[in-house]
């Protein structure tokens, strides 16, 4: 089943905002997300990183700041303590089918290069969203742009859960 969880944040005027969402497909996230609430013993457990990837406008091609910044996600994930979340986003140019194939082709050349750089495929988990969930305005070329990106998100696997990453190719 796929269940969504969101976190509230209250802005200065009492306001509740979505901040963010973690989408959860199966038992085994289901259990990652649940260790990371803090335990009373250990304090707090590590939150999921995110690390953004921009593209180039109508573009699903990676820039050599994405390559880098690819490079150190994959030396990561191979230790096998992390999984990957990788989701695709689009400004709001153009139509909403053009967008959603282009979020989904950026997220999969992003899982596409990090399984040639030798990361499980059982480590990554891949996603379209489209424009629904822009992180500056559309009004502007400069918002566009940013918008224009992968969100891969590192969430830490339960303890004595990690994998190598080439042990199951």
């Not at 009373?40 to 990837?53: H, N």
């Not at 490079?71 to 986003?89: E, N, P, S, V, W």
């Not at 918002?143 to 969100?151: A, H, I, K, L």
Request: aromatic share 4%.
């Amino acid at each position: 089943p796929v269940l969504r969880f969101m976190r509230f944040v209250l802005s200065r005027d009492g306001q509740a905002l979505v901040s963010t969402h973690d989408f959860v497909r199966n038992e085994v996230e289901m259990n990652v997300l649940a260790n990371q609430q803090p335990s009373k013993s250990a304090g707090a457990a590590k939150q999921p990183s995110v690390t953004r990837i921009f593209f180039p406008e109508s573009s699903p091609k990676l820039t050599k700041t994405a390559i880098g910044k690819l490079q150190r996600i994959a030396g990561k994930l191979a230790r096998g303590k992390h999984r990957a979340l990788i989701t695709g986003h689009s400004d709001t140019a153009g139509n909403l089918r053009v967008n959603k194939q282009l979020s989904r082709q950026r997220a999969h050349i992003v899982r596409s290069y990090l399984r040639r750089k030798g990361v499980s495929p059982d480590l990554l988990i891949t996603e379209a969203q489209s424009d629904v969930h822009p992180i500056a305005s559309n009004t502007s070329a400069a918002g566009r742009s940013r918008n224009r990106r992968v969100d891969v998100h590192l969430i830490p696997l339960p303890a004595g859960g990690g994998m190598s990453s080439k042990s199951r190719r």
